[in-house]
């Protein structure tokens, strides 16, 4: 897969206010999914986007996918302590390797 | 289901030791795939299969070797440990050969120590 670049590397919040995070790639992306890994566990996936300019909610979650396809967000209303973790966009190509951004982490402060 | 299962969930091994990471999923997934995961360094792949009898490298595939004789299990061997593969380290499968239509499904992870 692509090379992509996640912003921020961390973030924290108080309990209750939003939370985003950022994907970028340099290139096109095919598709781009995003993950959670809870501390101490291992990655969850969450959703895949493929459409130029998709959008996907799941609750409070909102994903975007960029018009360009060079960038996805995640964003989360209204925090909550259960919403801590690292989230993880991937980006995949035809070759079937898997590429993780490095990560947002974010914590929660009730 | 049981899922992605992982064995052992905890080792530690001398320098130039060698050992076998197993990796198991009951799902009938055609793609199995190995991750270490580093502080900072996200998930890098280490080696993938798309199916039994097949395998192929990845970003960071030195010090390590795969094989897929059956479509459940895919196991990770350490040839000759070094500090440097200090991590942890997860299995991954998904059902169809291309990635891009479903999901990873992540085992619990193998915590690694190199003394």
């Known amino acids: 897969g692509q090379q992509v670049m996640q912003i921020p590397q961390y973030q924290h919040v108080q309990e209750g206010e939003d939370f985003t995070t950022y994907c970028n790639s340099s290139?096109?992306?095919?598709?781009i999914q995003w993950y959670k890994q809870r501390p101490g566990g291992h990655p969850v996936f969450l959703i895949q986007?493929?459409?130029?300019?998709e959008v996907k909610k799941q609750k409070r979650l909102t994903f975007q996918f960029g018009e360009a396809k060079k960038n996805s967000s995640l964003h989360i209303t209204a925090t909550q302590t259960t919403d801590v973790g690292t989230y993880f966009c991937?980006?995949?190509?035809?070759?079937?390797?898997?590429?993780f951004g490095k990560g947002t982490l974010l914590t929660v402060n009730p | 289901n049981a899922g992605v299962t992982q064995t052992p969930k905890f080792q530690v091994l001398k320098t130039g030791q060698s050992m076998t990471l197993q990796c198991a999923q009951d799902?009938?997934?055609?793609?199995m795939s190995w991750y270490r995961q580093d502080p900072g360094m996200g998930l890098r792949l280490i080696h993938y299969?798309?199916?039994?009898?097949?395998?192929d490298q990845g970003e960071v595939p030195n010090g390590y070797n795969v094989s897929r004789s059956t479509t459940e299990d895919f196991p990770l061997r350490l040839l000759s440990a070094a500090p440097s593969q200090t991590s942890v380290y997860f299995c991954?499968?998904?059902?169809?050969?291309?990635?891009?239509?479903?999901?990873?499904?992540f085992g619990p992870g193998t915590r690694l120590t190199v003394l």
């Open positions: 986007l493929v459409k130029s300019g």
């Open positions: 799902m009938n997934h055609e793609y």
């Open positions: 991954a499968s998904s059902y169809r050969l291309g990635w891009w239509n479903n999901e990873q499904f």
């Open positions: 991937v980006s995949g190509g035809s070759n079937y390797k898997l590429t």
């Open positions: 290139t096109t992306l095919s598709n």
């Open positions: 299969s798309v199916g039994a009898g097949i395998t």
